[in-house]
């Protein structure tokens, strides 16, 4: 089955600066990788997502990258502020079968 | 909408006795997801349905554990008996598709604690 790890668990960076996190996955069949941000205390929502047939995708001061060769992706956050500040999971799965979380990474955004 | 409703929203209980945690979907979303979130094992599927009928309960992670959907709007995850290493916090989510690879929509999450 599918196997997700993420890294780093924790990352602490200042406001304006930017923040990447790493997911390495293990099945060559997955074809779906969405990002979620849990604030404390809060449930996980779901922030960007990409699908295989695609490189890199964007959202304002979001952005995704894959490399389905390596079978890694990536969050980066630009231009950090202390809203950013949360557990951010990423997750991997094909069509039909269940989505495996990473462990998550915890950011702090210090002002 | 309302979203994901969880109820209870806190559980306190002694090891041993049973536990009824329940769910009700996003109206007309076809899929519905267990999760249970510990510090150490962070985020993990216990089972899901689609259409009301389980799909992959692998994650369950015994036979202490078991879950219904009777119907669209409903599901309940049972915990017979407790015990202490089962605190955690239950979230439940829908999604309007079933191929897993739609947004899901969290509850609030039960947190439940076992002494």
């Known amino acids: 089955g599918e196997n997700v790890e993420q890294h780093p668990s924790t990352l602490s960076v200042q406001e304006g600066d930017s923040a990447v996190i790493k997911c390495t996955y293990s099945d060559s069949a997955s074809n779906y990788f969405p990002w979620y941000k849990q604030e404390l205390g809060k449930r996980p929502q779901l922030i960007i997502d990409?699908?295989?047939?695609?490189g890199e995708k964007k959202d304002q001061r979001i952005a995704v990258t894959l490399n389905k060769t390596a079978k890694h992706f990536s969050l980066h956050i630009t231009e950090t502020q202390p809203e950013d500040s949360a557990v951010y999971f990423c997750a991997a799965n094909q069509a039909g079968t269940a989505l495996i979380f990473g462990k998550g990474t915890t950011l702090s955004v210090s002002s | 909408d309302a979203g994901v409703i969880q109820s209870p929203r806190h559980e306190v209980t002694e090891m041993g006795q049973e536990v009824t945690l329940r769910c009700k979907p996003i109206s007309g979303h076809n899929s519905l997801f267990w999760y249970r979130q510990t510090m150490m094992r962070g985020l993990e599927l216990l089972i899901y349905?689609?259409?009301?009928?389980?799909?992959?309960d692998s994650g369950m992670p015994e036979d202490r554990f078991s879950a219904k959907m009777p119907n669209a709007s409903f599901s309940t995850l049972k915990i017979q008996p407790s015990e202490p290493r089962d605190s955690a916090v239950y979230f439940c989510a829908s999604s309007l598709g079933t191929r897993s690879q739609e947004t899901q929509y969290f509850g609030p999450g039960t947190r439940l604690l076992v002494l």
């Open positions: 990409i699908r295989s047939n695609v």
């Open positions: 349905f689609n259409n009301n009928v389980p799909i992959d």
